[in-house]
């Protein structure tokens, strides 16, 4: 069985570190898996993508906002779904950082390090 080590680090944005775990380049996996490190305050601006969205909080609090306005909060032990082209917002609302993993499919021709914008 494969053992999975961080293949990339990335910060996508001012308070949110990516950890990419398994991606494209992993054959015949259909998911890719990132780790998401919000630093307190530290948020994922509004947006919405194709792939559907799995996210497990491993550790700290979130405030998750959707395009209708409403908000629902999740901490450690939490898991969300979101689905595809639903537009989300993630929000660091403690005081620690917010760790969260990310289980999403990779769509053809993706490299599972990034998201596809809806049209």
Same mark, same amino acid.
């Given at each position: 069985?494969?053992?999975?080590?961080?293949?990339?680090?990335?910060r996508f944005?001012?308070?949110?570190? *990516?950890?990419?775990?398994? &991606?494209?380049?992993? !054959?015949?996996? !259909?998911?890719?898996?990132? *780790?998401?490190?919000?630093?307190?305050?530290?948020?994922a601006k %509004?947006?919405s993508h %194709?792939?559907?969205?799995?996210?497990?909080?491993?550790?700290?609090?979130? $405030?998750?906002?959707?395009? #209708?306005?409403? =908000?629902?909060?999740? $901490?450690?032990?939490?898991?969300?779904?979101?689905?595809?082209?639903?537009?989300? $917002?993630? *929000?660091?609302?403690? #005081?620690? *950082?917010?760790?969260?993993?990310?289980?999403?499919?990779?769509? %053809?021709?993706? =490299?599972?390090?990034? &998201?596809?914008?809806?049209?």
């Open positions: 069985m494969p053992s999975y080590d961080t293949k990339e680090v990335c944005i001012e308070g949110l570190l *990516v950890r990419f775990y398994i &991606t494209a380049d992993d !054959p015949g996996s !259909p998911n890719s898996m990132w *780790v998401m490190e919000f630093e307190p305050s530290g948020f %509004k947006h %194709k792939e559907e969205h799995y996210l497990y909080v491993l550790e700290g609090i979130c $405030e998750l906002r959707s395009k #209708d306005g409403s =908000t629902s909060t999740a $901490e450690a032990g939490d898991s969300i779904f979101v689905p595809a082209c639903e537009e989300h $917002e993630i *929000v660091n609302s403690g #005081d620690s *950082v917010l760790r969260m993993l990310s289980l999403m499919p990779i769509l %053809k021709g993706a =490299t599972g390090r990034s &998201t596809t914008p809806c049209d």
